[in-house]
């Protein structure tokens, strides 16, 4: 394996820029669809969805301690963390064969879509994307209500997008995984840099890059 070349870094960069924009519009549709910031859930919902609007609300709490409307924003940054890595990291086991099936055999992502039908997945990204999050419970918590969000389907389907069109060296390199970190917490980090807010817990990470996710 070698170290990404430049031109690569920016088709990377790109690509990780776009998707946080896009996962954040689609995580901002999904709570407004489940009520989550109204006082009452909607009549059209179903025991499911109102389950998980009050497992939705209730981490909102815990992010803005105490403050529901503080941990709105917050919460918007973890669906969209969730929904963009879950594809991401399926793609980075694939094509380093490690994305396993139940069973143990190594599997393909053109094998996860043979096989999306038959498992009850909506197709091989989303298959791929639950045999990667079953691999890595540390970085998938399943109990997580952020994990359970759906994103309308535009909005999966521009990710899968994104992610497909990225070219297969940036996922067998050496350095592919620790670039996406950096890529991801770009935008937050000019963000708070141009803000001129006092740097607090939620804005340290992206701004020194020294608290890196699980993952790394």
């Not at 994103?151 to 390199?173: C, G, I, Q």
Request: net charge negative; with cysteine; hydrophobic share 45%.
């Amino acid at each position: 394996m070698t170290a990404l070349e430049s031109g690569l870094r920016k088709q990377l960069e790109r690509a990780v820029v776009r998707a946080r924009d896009e996962a954040e519009a689609g995580a901002r549709a999904a709570l407004q669809t489940l009520a989550v910031r109204e006082r009452e859930a909607f009549a059209s919902m179903d025991p499911a969805q109102r389950d998980l609007r009050t497992a939705l609300r209730a981490k909102a709490k815990n992010l803005g301690e105490g403050e529901r409307e503080a941990g709105y924003a917050p919460l918007i940054e973890e669906i969209a963390y969730e929904q963009w890595h879950r594809m991401l990291f399926a793609r980075f086991l694939a094509e380093n064969r490690l994305l396993m099936h139940p069973m143990g055999a190594p599997l393909s992502l053109e094998e996860c879509a043979e096989l999306a039908a038959s498992e009850g997945a909506e197709n091989g990204w989303d298959l791929a994307g639950r045999y990667a999050a079953r691999m890595l419970p540390g970085i998938f918590r399943a109990g997580d209500p952020a994990a359970q969000v759906l994103l309308a389907r535009e909005h999966r389907a521009a990710l899968e997008a994104l992610v497909a069109e990225l070219p297969r060296a940036v996922f067998t390199s050496d350095d592919g995984l620790g670039w996406t970190y950096q890529f991801w917490q770009a935008k937050r980090k000019n963000e708070v840099n141009a803000s001129g807010v006092k740097i607090g817990a939620r804005e340290l990470a992206p701004v020194t890059q020294l608290f890196t996710e699980d993952y790394m």
